[in-house]
T-cell receptor
Framework: GDSVTQMEGPVTLSEEAFLTINCTYT??????LFWYVQYPGEGLQLLLK?????DKGSNKGFEATYRKETTSFHLEKGSVQVSDSAVYFC???????????FGAGTRLFVKA | EAGVAQSPRYKIIEKRQSVAFWCNPI?????LYWYQQILGQGPKLLIQ????????DSQLPKDRFSAERLKGVDSTLKIQPAKLEDSAVYLC?????????????FGPGTRLTVT
């Protein structure tokens, strides 16, 4: 069945460092891909998404490109801030488009 | 606009007791989801409603879990009797339509501890 695998955390970075959180997926068909973020004490919220191959999703300085050839959707940010400390979830919509499957999440700590 | 509301935010019960969680989705959202998020894992879908009908409940442990959305608006998830392994955060989410290509809007969750 469809699945999402993302790098284990926690990831600890200093402010202004470059961030990459790896995400790969297994799916039949052409799923949509998402990154959700969960800030401390808050619910999950959509960070960005891409609906077809080679699309780039971007928001708040974060970017991810839908790579069909490598079945990946890695999250990147050029310069992280303390306020980016959160748990990041990679997700895909299944081939039928009715169910979202989440990865296990990667916790990011950014130090001042 | 108001977000997805959930209550209670926290609940502690003993095993074999029963518990109920409530969710009110964003106004006008036809699709409502209940997820279980165990510590260190991603959310796992328990049940999905389209208006007041069930679309998917394949991962709902039906011997102890039940859910309803009687008027196609708010929803209740119940566990009876609870087990230790039910300790988790229960998330409710909603979308305007039934396809997963759209952003899901999540509530703050209910943290359940079963002792």
């Amino acid at each position: 069945g469809d699945s999402v695998t993302q790098m284990e955390g926690p990831v600890t970075l200093s402010e202004e460092a470059f961030l990459t959180i790896n995400c790969t997926y297994t799916a039949t068909g052409y799923p949509s891909l998402f990154w959700y973020v969960q800030y401390p004490g808050e619910g999950l919220q959509l960070l960005l998404k891409a609906t077809k191959a080679d699309d780039k999703g971007s928001n708040k300085g974060f970017e991810a490109t839908y790579r069909k050839e490598t079945t990946s959707f890695h999250l990147e940010k050029g310069s992280v801030q303390v306020s980016d400390s959160a748990v990041y979830f990679c997700a895909l919509s299944d081939s039928g488009g009715f169910k979202t499957i989440f990865g296990a999440g990667t916790r990011l700590f950014v130090k001042a | 606009e108001a977000g997805v509301a959930q209550s209670p935010r926290y609940k502690i019960i003993e095993k074999r007791q029963s518990v109920a969680f409530w969710c009110n989705p964003i106004s006008g959202h036809a699709t409502l989801y209940w997820y279980q998020q165990i510590l260190g894992q991603g959310p796992k879908l328990l049940i999905q409603f389209q208006n007041n009908g069930v679309v998917d409940d394949s991962q709902l442990p039906k011997d102890r879990f039940s859910a309803e959305r009687l008027k196609g608006v708010d929803s209740t998830l119940k566990i009876q009797p609870a087990k230790l392994e039910d300790s988790a955060v229960y998330l409710c989410a909603s979308t305007p339509t039934g396809t997963a290509d759209y952003e899901q809007y999540f509530g703050p969750g209910t943290r359940l501890t079963v002792t």
